[in-house]
């Protein structure tokens, strides 16, 4: 069987969307090559993909480069082409606008991490919301198979898109073992590297309206006002530059917390566990989320964690992390004092945390990709 990914999503830049194409390829290789030699892979490469991780795959896989960022062109003719020469059994596409446009040559999976500008269109940009939906109904007409990361998921894509439930497959993403309480020497040297806080709140993702920050900043506030919090506890909103985020930045100045409020932009993936490891709490109370890797990755770093009680979140959590209502300003700074001041609390969902993080690994979430895709051919 010979399988072909859409590799240009093979770089951490992508945000969620790389890191799963990257953990979930690194696991289907090795599998391959302990348990599956009936199965070979071919990753069609563009600009976009990362060298550094394709050198990692080097020799466990064949590269077909193809030498155009525009994804419209590469699904247009470039992968068709590929597919036909490479003589592909299975091709997935690792989010939704991978699958080719026409000349379509043995099966196509593809993975929808979410239908989010379906249900929250007013976070994206128009033309974000066009590629979305046009993007979307391609799934709906050409994918054999669609794999989703979540329940809540599979849910959103037969309401959405009216997808049969014997087309979708659920299959929740890993969390690397990498992700575990950090080495005081790592939390010292990430402080430094991105200028820290001794105490800080985290949040993590894009800033972009979806992740709600702009209702966390309000909890905070708020916090600040009533003494609900020690002054020297700063709140950390780690991640690059997001679509529409410009509400954040009038926000943090509108509520006077610009001393308060830090900054630290992209946080390099080998950073994230110190990053993860040295707050006090860590919030992240998104709108919506497809699977909501951060939780993961927080709670097994040991860190106490609060979300949000819709979408994916609760599903994700399950039971490790306090849930509130996103849109609640009050009440979400009500469960962060709750979640400070009662040491019990910290230490149990502390531990809940690493125990159900433990419980989600990218070589589970490759075994039954394999499995998706032995069941087409």
Same mark, same amino acid.
Request: aromatic fraction near 6%.
């Given at each position: 069987?010979? /399988? ?77 082409? =590929?597919?036909?020469?490479?003589? /592909? ?10 699958? !080719? ?8 999976? *593809? ?9 929250? #269109? ?16 391609? *799934? ?50 990430? =402080? ?5 806080? !001794?105490?800080?709140?985290? =949040? ?19 916090? @600040? ?26 926000? *943090? @100045?509108?509520?006077?917390? $610009? ?34 890797? !951060?939780?993961?990755?927080?709670? =097994?770093?040991?860190? #106490?964690? /609060? ?6 979140? #609760? ?20 469960? /962060? $004092? ?28 490759? @075994? ?10």
């Amino acid at each position: 069987m010979r /399988i072909g990914l859409d590799g240009k999503v093979l770089t951490l830049r992508a945000g969620g969307t790389g890191r799963y194409a990257i953990n979930l390829t690194r696991a289907m290789l090795a599998e391959a090559a302990a348990r599956r030699p009936d199965v070979d892979f071919v990753v069609f490469t563009g600009p976009q993909t990362s060298r550094a991780v394709m050198e990692e795959f080097r020799g466990a896989c064949d590269e077909c480069f193809l030498g155009a960022k525009s994804s419209v062109i590469r699904s247009l003719t470039l992968v068709p082409a =590929a597919l036909r020469r490479r003589r /592909i059994d299975v091709f997935h596409g690792m989010d939704h606008v991978g699958i !080719p446009l026409v000349g379509k040559t043995g099966k196509c999976v *593809v993975t929808v991490h979410d239908v989010i500008p379906l249900i929250l #269109p007013e976070t994206f940009t128009l033309r974000h919301r066009l590629v979305a939906r046009t993007a979307l109904a391609r *799934v709906r007409r050409k994918a054999d198979l669609t794999i989703v990361p979540s329940l809540a998921v599979k849910d959103d894509v037969v309401r959405c898109l009216g997808l049969p439930d014997d087309r979708i497959v659920v299959t929740p993403e890993g969390c690397d073992p990498r992700f575990r309480p950090a080495a005081a020497r790592s939390l010292d040297e990430a =402080a430094v590297r991105y200028r820290l806080p !001794p105490r800080y709140l985290l =949040a993590v993702g894009m800033r972009d309206p979806r992740k709600n920050l702009t209702t966390l900043l309000r909890a905070f506030a708020r916090l @600040r006002q009533r003494g609900g919090i020690e002054p020297g506890l700063q709140l950390v909103l780690a991640g690059p530059r997001g679509r529409l985020d410009e509400p954040v930045f009038r926000t *943090v @100045r509108s509520l006077g917390l $610009e001393q308060v409020v830090r900054f630290p932009g992209f946080i390099d993936d080998d950073d994230l566990p110190a990053v993860y490891s040295g707050a006090e709490l860590f919030v992240f109370p998104s709108l919506y989320e497809g699977f909501g890797l !951060p939780l993961l990755e927080a709670m =097994a770093c040991g860190v #106490p964690v /609060i979300t949000s009680n819709i979408s994916s979140m #609760p599903e994700v959590a399950g039971g490790a992390a306090l849930l509130v209502d996103p849109r609640d300003v009050r009440g979400l700074a009500a469960a /962060i $004092e709750q979640v400070l001041r009662d040491e019990a609390l910290r230490g149990r969902l502390r531990d809940a945390g690493i125990a159900r993080a433990g419980r989600f690994s990218w070589e589970t979430a490759a @075994r039954q990709t394999l499995d998706a895709y032995a069941s087409l051919v």
